[in-house]
């Protein structure tokens, strides 16, 4: 069975730019989360997609923001990049959502390395 | 919101030996606990899960505790090998209806032969 797979691997951008990143999960998982890592900071949930419905919201500017298809496949978006976005962004994905009696755990891609100049 | 701890950056032991990581949280009574490897460009990989009426959790080396009076959770690897190098991280949900996982910054483990 194919893992969670993120594209692209590395990205780099330009303060300004915009951004889009894409998430494959694991066929038949429907819950899609996404994640920024930094040195600073460790991991920080940024929102979570259930069903093509935006479930949770992390405390991240408006600048960021997500969706998730039919297939469950997921896309974020990062408009007007400061250099305070470069980071590790990590998707993960679930049979089900995060919370309730679920208890899920998370399985995680290996991330989109974003840098910004 | 959550606080969670791990209990230093960085942990070295030498091989053979047990090496334990804590994970402690403030705030909110977790529902329920995971903990994570990671590896250097890799994102993290589930490794246990222990629920707040779960003492203890083992799969092979690996042993977890939960103690909700303390606020904690331990992580043991036993006959710890080189292999075992890697950042482990703790995760906490509340278990409420729109949960999410609240991660601690990790504990950079090396295990030297």
């Not at chain 1, 998707?91 to 679920?102: I, M, N």
């Amino acid at each position: 069975k194919a893992g969670v797979t993120q594209t692209p691997r590395y990205l780099i951008k330009t303060r300004g730019q915009q951004v889009t990143l894409s998430c494959s999960p694991i066929s038949g998982h429907r819950s899609v989360s996404w994640y920024q890592q930094t040195p600073g900071q460790g991991l920080q949930f940024l929102f979570e997609y259930f069903s093509e419905t935006q479930r949770n919201k992390g405390n991240f500017p408006g600048r960021f923001s997500g969706r998730q298809f039919s297939n469950s496949r997921s896309e974020m978006n990062v408009s007007t990049l400061e250099l305070g976005d470069s980071a590790l962004y990590l998707c993960a994905s679930s049979l089900e959502p995060t919370g309730g009696v679920s208890n899920q755990p998370q399985h995680f891609g290996d991330g989109t390395r974003l840098s910004i100049l | 919101s959550q606080k969670i701890e791990q209990n230093s950056e960085a942990l070295n032991i030498q091989e053979g030996k047990t090496a334990t990581l804590t994970c402690n949280y403030t705030n909110y009574s977790p529902a329920y606990l995971q903990w994570y490897r990671q590896d250097p460009g890799r994102g993290p990989v589930f490794l246990l899960l222990i629920r707040e009426n779960e003492k203890e959790k083992r799969k092979e080396r690996l042993k977890v505790t939960f103690d909700t009076t303390l606020k904690q959770s331990l992580f043991h690897i036993t006959a710890s090998q080189p292999a075992d190098s890697a950042t482990y991280l703790c995760a906490l949900d509340r278990g409420s209806t729109l949960g999410r996982l609240y991660f601690g910054r990790g504990t950079q483990l090396t295990v030297w032969p």
